[in-house]
């Protein structure tokens, strides 16, 4: 009897403590994340010019499935998503399981070659990639002394190919960055499965498709949705390439570089400034990366 | 021990909570305070301007000289010029009007004349009423009503933008042009000597950006037209104005007299190497022109082309920006005398600025000066400033409204449509304000 009211008695200290060792933690997340969080959803049912607010209820919610070019945005998104996650993906895949190979020589060297994109700035990379691809510019001087093209390619004045180039950009930047985490996902793969299958006479394509792919499996859903996401958020790329739309008055040729994210910066800042309908896209971004991640969960995730 | 250190840290973080808290609401009220007893009780000026603007070869150079001619009467005024990318100034204006927290706001900030009705009515009681403070009848009129708001003006005038055709005399020569046949003349003029030049030559007649719409608000504003009417309705399909724009330029990238370029520094690069015998744009320009010291004596200047219907000027208007004192700022009254004293009010420093800059001022008392009517030998010796202040006095007077970069994008995101003849100019131009009317919905 004795014994258990003090053993209450400590948990309630126990728990005292621990509350208040957390209070700090839940008040700066309150304050940094769930205000935010909270602030935002309330301005995204304002009319909003500058600091004129106006009440408008769910209405810019309806607005933006009128509006061409929040669609136009959310296409263009979805392309560079599309096409661009599952060739980095499968190129980082690739790569990682050649480098994983023992026998060859100079790994290190390979593997810091790609990772390295990885750690250079955004704003940096794209500005070069906007030097190299300009009409004049390196890859076209290369490929037309190779006598591959015979007129320049017009990479970044053309809709189509201004979208090739940054497919083509954010492949050489992150490619290396998903590589890494295949990599160590590789190294927990025991030696004897890959033997195994090699005595029960599996080629290397098959044991790539049938072993490495499927023990993979986790991290290769991990890396899709952080890619979803990252992708959903192109930002510094298609704003860079574009000079910021200061000397253009298009994201891209015909607008066929704006993102998403690209769009809420317009409708902040190049535009009359509407945050509350900013405010609306940046929502569904939000409901758009959580029925994806979902979706990606429930088809290639584990049961637990 | 743990426990002591982490009270300390949960004291320190109260702390600086509560240093937040202060910071966000005691300076409004001091700063009130302060701008009275100084209107009130000092004749001599004195406290410290933040000025915000870009371009470190205009603006700020050009503020450097003023700030030199303020210091001379008022030695205890302390300038702090900073000089941010454009781009970067407005977001950073938006940001810190919308929060509402003054502290971070310059005194004076730099805005753009496109831009200037969206900031006064988007932040309204944010910039501070300068009608009676500045004399507004100085500046030309169309500067002074892109910053009239209700009946108040808000701001003092600066550049002006006023356009013209900068074109190689030694191409125009080879390919058969002297000077005076380049004057007044009409855009399909422009675009036959285009061809000429380019079949005499190689060279192009001009860098375009396909997606740039400079060129076109040069069109529309020689046509006293805009995107919108006067009223700020949109207005695109049932304007000549803009329909001819768009077939020009279709028209200019069809005669394939262009080099196509992708932002500002490729642009200025295809001049000053060379590759392009022209270029139509703002006054502006010639600093960059200039940059290439082996052409001197090679440039000369004509008017802008203009559009081919009725009322159409041979006179236009690209870009320009003007001074604006934020409301709330602790120096307001000396910002407004700085303004008033140098901006406002002082000729030769317009001079000044003319002779080092190239920089033609919107004051208009200063447009007889000795620096304007110099002969410039990088022009051949044209007097080209006398050329400008002519042409500046025809450009037609176009309210901008809020939407223009709006309307600018909707355009130009229909144009390679246009361009590839998959889109009709009508249909396109349709299409155009479609968007632009769910872009600006009300």
Known sequence: ?304 | MKKTLSLLVAVLLVLSFVACGNNTTQPPADSEGAQTDKGEMSSENSGKLTIWAWDPNFNIAIMDEAKEIYLKDNPKVEFEIVDIAKGSLEQKLHVNLASGVTDGLPDITLIEDYNAQKYLQSYPGSFADLTGKIKHDDFIDYKVALMTLDGKVYGVPFDTGASGFFYRTDYLKQAGYEAQDLNDLTWAQFIEIGKTVKEKTGKAMLPFGLDDGGLMRIMLQSAGKWYFDDDGSINLTNNDAVKEAVETYKAIVDADIIKPTNGWTEWVASFNNGDSASVVTGIWIIGSIKAENSQSGKWGVAPTPRLNISGSKNASNLGGSSWYVIENSKNKDVAIDFLNKIYAGDNDFYQKILGDKGAVGSYQPAQTGTAYAKEDAFFGNQKIYVDFSAWMKDIPSVNYGLHTYEADAAIFNVMPDVYAGNLSIEDALKKAEEHLKNQIAQ
């Open chain 1, 1 to 304: 009897m004795l014994k258990s009211s003090t053993k209450k008695n400590a948990d309630r200290t126990h728990n005292a403590y621990g509350w208040l060792f957390i209070s700090l933690a839940l008040i700066l997340i309150s304050v940094f994340m769930f205000y935010p969080i909270g602030h935002s959803f309330y301005l995204s049912t304002m009319r909003t010019k500058g600091i004129v607010q106006q009440f408008v209820g769910l209405n810019n919610y309806i607005r933006l499935l009128q509006d061409p070019m929040f669609i136009l945005a959310l296409k263009n998104t979805f392309t560079f998503f599309l096409i661009q996650v599952p060739i980095m993906l499968l190129l980082g895949l690739i790569f990682a399981t050649i480098l994983n190979d023992n026998t060859i020589k100079f790994r290190g060297v390979f593997r810091t070659a790609l990772f390295l994109p990885a750690v250079t700035s955004l704003v940096a990379y794209t500005i070069l990639f906007k030097m190299m691809f300009s009409s004049e510019g390196f890859i076209n001087n290369l490929l037309m002394n190779m006598h591959i093209i015979q007129e320049p390619i017009p990479w970044l004045l053309d809709p189509f190919w201004s979208k090739v180039t940054i497919i083509i950009a954010l492949t050489w930047r992150w490619t290396g960055y998903n590589m890494v985490f295949y990599l160590s996902g590789l190294q927990n793969i025991p030696k004897e499965i890959y033997e195994a299958a090699e005595i029960d006479g599996a080629g290397k394509v098959q044991q790539f498709i049938r072993i490495t792919v499927p023990i993979l499996k986790p991290i290769i859903v991990f890396t899709s949705i952080m890619s979803t996401i990252g992708t959903l958020q192109l930002f510094d790329e298609p704003m860079n390439l574009s000079m910021g739309g200061t000397t253009s008055s298009t994201i891209g040729p015909g607008n066929s570089l704006l993102t998403l994210s690209v769009y809420i910066y317009n409708l902040s800042f190049k535009y009359v400034p509407n945050f509350g309908y900013a405010a609306t896209v940046s929502y569904v971004i939000v409901f758009i990366v959580a029925i994806l991640s979902f979706i990606q969960f429930k088809v290639a995730g584990d049961k637990n």
